[in-house]
C-alpha cells in the first residue's frame, strides 16, 4: 500500500490570508524580479526589439529610470502623449555591470567633422515630427527655423509655429440642449458614396418679376473697374413652412417633402462643408418640411471656408476663469470670420442689384405671378427676383412615390436668348470677394488687381480650393432652377484696410452644369443625401427634428427635439422676414 505524505504548510503567523512575506517559503524564486506592465498595445509577440535605439543604461545596480526616456521606435519619436502604458519597462530585467560601466571611458576625444548640409539637418527634420533633439519638446519648432541646407526649410513646413495658429474648437450652429435625443449619425465618407439619379423636374408654376442682365458688366476689366454702389431693394428670403405656395402644394398633396433651393443645396453639398449649420425637419402626416432657423447660416456668405487656415473669430474669454484679461480691440477686425460673412453677404446682394437693367429696354418680364411675398403696403420697389416651385421625383422603382418639391430662385434674364417665361435664358448672379491678401485666412490668394486679367485660370483655380463648397452650393442652386447662366462676379476692397468701398474688377459667366464638372460637383451624389435623410425621417413618428452639422468634425447627427424647440425664434423671424430683407 502506497504511503502518502502530507505536502508542509505554510501557516500565516500574521492571521491573514495567503503566505505571509515575513515568512516566504524558498520555493518562491521570483519575489525580487520586478514586475513589468503592460497594456493591449504592447506588442507581445516580440521577444528581442533590435530596433529599440534608445540607450536605458544606468551607472548603478537598480531599476533603470524610464521617466525621461521617449519610447516607441527608431530615433524616440513616439511622443510623450502618446507613450504606451508599460513600454520602456523591459529594460528592468537587463543587467549592467558597475564594474563594466564606471571603468569605461572614451580614447578618442576628437571632434567628428560636421555633416555636409548642417549640423540641424536632421533635428529640423526630426522636429517637425516631434523629435528629440534640440532642446528637448521645443526643438520641433526651434529645429525647423531652416539654420542651412534643405532640411530646415522642409522641417518648417510641418510644425512651424503651430503653437501661434488659432486651432481652438467651433461652436455648434445651435446650442444642443441635454433633453433632445440623439437618432442617427453619419460621416461624410458615407455620404459620398451615395448616388440616385433623377429625371428632370415638372415646373408647377412661377412668381415674381424679372430684369435683364447688363451685358456691360461682362466687359469689366481691372483697368476700367466699377464701384459697387449701395442699391435699395427688398428680396424675402422665406423659409419653407412659411411660404404660402409651398402651403397650398402641400394641402393639395403635389409632393411629400418641400425645401428650398438654398437649404437643399447645403444639404446636398454637405460632405464639402466645415462650418457648422442646422437644419430643421418638420413632419406633419406623410409630408417632410425643411426649414431654416432665422439669423442662421443659412442667411449669410461663408468666406474661405476650405481653406487651409480658414479666417478666425477672437478667442472668447474663458467662463471658467473670471480672472483671465482679455485683450478685446476697441474696433473689431475686418478680416474676422464673421466680418468678412457679413461684408460677402452685402456684396452679394447689391451685385446682384446693380447688375441689372430697371429702365427699359429691354423691358422687365413679369412671371405667371406677382411676388407671393410682396403685400400690398409694401412701398419699397422690389428687386430683381423670380420663383420657380419645381418638383424632383426621387422614386428608385415605378411604384414609389416621393417627390420633393423645391422652390427656387433666378435673379434675371438674358436679353435674346428666348422666352423666360418658358424657362428659356435664366441667370443666376453671384459675387467672389477679396478682402487683404496679406492677412489671416487669404489663402495664399494672388492680387486679383495684377492677375485677373493675364491669369485668370490661376484666381479662378485658388477660389475654387478655398471656397469649394460655396461655389458648389451656387453650382448646384443654379441648376436646381433651371438657370442656363452663372454670373460670378469679382469684387475687391477699394482699399484692403476699408470694408464699406467696393470696385468690380470683372465678370465672369459660366453654364451652371459644364462648371458643376470642374467643381467635380455629383448631382447624383447631392440626391442621394437627400434621399437618404428622407427615408431616416420617414421612418420616425411625427415631430421636430434637427440635422446639425458637427462643428469639429465631419459627422452629421439628426436630434429629436420638442414640438416646442425654436418657436420664440421664429416668432420674432416672421415679424422681420413681413418688413423684408433690406440691403
Same mark, same amino acid.
Given at each position: 500500500m502506497a504511503s502518502f505524505s502530507l505536502p508542509p504548510i505554510q501557516d500565516n503567523p500574521d492571521g491573514g490570508w495567503g503566505p505571509s512575506s515575513s515568512n516566504l517559503p524558498e520555493q518562491f524564486k521570483f519575489k525580487d524580479i520586478p514586475y513589468a506592465p503592460y497594456s493591449k498595445s504592447d506588442k507581445l509577440g516580440r521577444f528581442a526589439d533590435w530596433n529599440d535605439s534608445s540607450d536605458n543604461r544606468q551607472p548603478t545596480i537598480g531599476l533603470p529610470q524610464t521617466q525621461n526616456t521617449r519610447g516607441g521606435g527608431p530615433g524616440g519619436r513616439r511622443r510623450d502623449g502618446a507613450q504606451a502604458f508599460g513600454s520602456g519597462t523591459a529594460s528592468a530585467f537587463a543587467y549592467f555591470h558597475v564594474e563594466d560601466e564606471s571603468s569605461f571611458s572614451l580614447v578618442d576625444n576628437k571632434t567628428a567633422p560636421p555633416r555636409r548640409g548642417g549640423g540641424f539637418t536632421r533635428g529640423g527634420r526630426g522636429g517637425a515630427r516631434g523629435g528629440s533633439s534640440y532642446n528637448n519638446n521645443r526643438g520641433g519648432q526651434r529645429g525647423g527655423r531652416g539654420f542651412s541646407g534643405r532640411g530646415g526649410q522642409r522641417g518648417g513646413r510641418r510644425g512651424w509655429r503651430d503653437w501661434e495658429k488659432n486651432n481652438r474648437a467651433r461652436e455648434s450652429s445651435v446650442v444642443i440642449s441635454p433633453t433632445w435625443s440623439m437618432l442617427e449619425e453619419i460621416e461624410f465618407h458615407r455620404l459620398a458614396k451615395?448616388?440616385?439619379?433623377?429625371?428632370?423636374?415638372?415646373?408647377?408654376?412661377?412668381?415674381?418679376?424679372?430684369?435683364?442682365?447688363?451685358?456691360?458688366?461682362?466687359?469689366?476689366?481691372?483697368?476700367?473697374?466699377?464701384?459697387?454702389?449701395?442699391?435699395?431693394?427688398?428680396?424675402?428670403?422665406?423659409?419653407?413652412?412659411?411660404?404660402?405656395?409651398?402651403?397650398?402644394?402641400?394641402?393639395?398633396?403635389?409632393?411629400?417633402?418641400?425645401?428650398?433651393?438654398?437649404?437643399?443645396?447645403?444639404?446636398?453639398?454637405?460632405?464639402?462643408?466645415?462650418?457648422?449649420?442646422?437644419?430643421?425637419?418638420?413632419?406633419?402626416?406623410?409630408?417632410?418640411?425643411?426649414?431654416?432657423?432665422?439669423?442662421?447660416?443659412?442667411d449669410t456668405v461663408t468666406v474661405n471656408e476650405n481653406a487651409a487656415d480658414p479666417p478666425q473669430d477672437p478667442t472668447p474669454p474663458n467662463p471658467n476663469n473670471p480672472t483671465e484679461k482679455v485683450t478685446v480691440p476697441e474696433v473689431p477686425s475686418i478680416n474676422s470670420a464673421t466680418s468678412l460673412s457679413l461684408e460677402a453677404t452685402y456684396i452679394n446682394q447689391n451685385f446682384g442689384f446693380q447688375s441689372v437693367v430697371e429702365n427699359p429696354p429691354p423691358a422687365p418680364v413679369d412671371l405667371a405671378n406677382p411676388n407671393p411675398f410682396y403685400g400690398p403696403d409694401e412701398t419699397d420697389p422690389l428687386a430683381s427676383c423670380g420663383y420657380r416651385y419645381r418638383v424632383f421625383d426621387m422614386g428608385v422603382t415605378e411604384d414609389e412615390d416621393i417627390k420633393i418639391c423645391v422652390r427656387t430662385e433666378v435673379d434675371a434674364y438674358s436679353p435674346g436668348q428666348g422666352n423666360p417665361r418658358a424657362g428659356q435664358g435664366l441667370v443666376t448672379i453671384r459675387a467672389l470677394n477679396e478682402f487683404d491678401t496679406r492677412s489671416q485666412g487669404a489663402g495664399g490668394a494672388p492680387d486679383w488687381r495684377a492677375k485677373l486679367d493675364s491669369q485668370r485660370g490661376a484666381v479662378v483655380a485658388t477660389e475654387m480650393k478655398n471656397n469649394s463648397c460655396k461655389l458648389a452650393k451656387w453650382t448646384v442652386q443654379s441648376v436646381l432652377a433651371g438657370a442656363?447662366?452663372?454670373?460670378?462676379?469679382?469684387? &475687391?476692397? *477699394? +482699399?484692403?484696410?476699408?470694408?464699406? %468701398?467696393? =470696385?468690380?474688377?470683372?465678370?465672369?459667366? /459660366?453654364?451652371?452644369?459644364?462648371?458643376?464638372?470642374?467643381?467635380?460637383? &455629383?448631382? *447624383? +451624389?447631392?440626391?442621394?443625401?437627400? %434621399?437618404? =435623410?428622407?427615408?431616416?425621417?420617414?421612418? /420616425?413618428?411625427?415631430?421636430?427634428?434637427v440635422l446639425v452639422k458637427d462643428p469639429n468634425k465631419p459627422v452629421i447627427r439628426l436630434y429629436a427635439v420638442p414640438s416646442s424647440a425654436f418657436t420664440g425664434e421664429d416668432e420674432d423671424g416672421e415679424a422681420f422676414e413681413e418688413e423684408g430683407v433690406e440691403i
Open positions: 451615395l448616388r440616385l439619379d433623377v429625371d428632370d423636374p415638372v415646373d408647377l408654376n412661377s412668381y415674381g418679376r424679372l430684369f435683364a442682365y447688363d451685358k456691360s458688366y461682362d466687359r469689366i476689366t481691372t483697368k476700367t473697374e466699377r464701384p459697387l454702389q449701395l442699391v435699395d431693394r427688398i428680396k424675402y428670403n422665406t423659409t419653407t413652412s412659411d411660404d404660402p405656395v409651398i402651403q397650398e402644394l402641400a394641402a393639395k398633396g403635389a409632393a411629400t417633402v418641400y425645401a428650398t433651393d438654398v437649404i437643399l443645396s447645403v444639404l446636398m453639398c454637405a460632405p464639402r462643408s466645415v462650418y457648422p449649420w442646422d437644419i430643421v425637419i418638420v413632419r406633419e402626416g406623410n409630408n417632410l418640411f425643411f426649414d431654416k432657423r432665422d439669423g442662421g447660416p443659412f442656363d447662366l452663372l454670373k460670378i462676379g469679382y469684387i &475687391s476692397r *477699394a +482699399n484692403p484696410r476699408d470694408n464699406t %468701398r467696393h =470696385v468690380i474688377l470683372t465678370t465672369a459667366s /459660366m453654364r451652371p452644369t459644364e462648371f458643376a464638372g470642374q467643381l467635380n460637383v &455629383s448631382l *447624383a +451624389n447631392g440626391w442621394g443625401i437627400v %434621399r437618404t =435623410v428622407t427615408d431616416m425621417c420617414m421612418k /420616425m413618428p411625427e415631430g421636430k427634428y
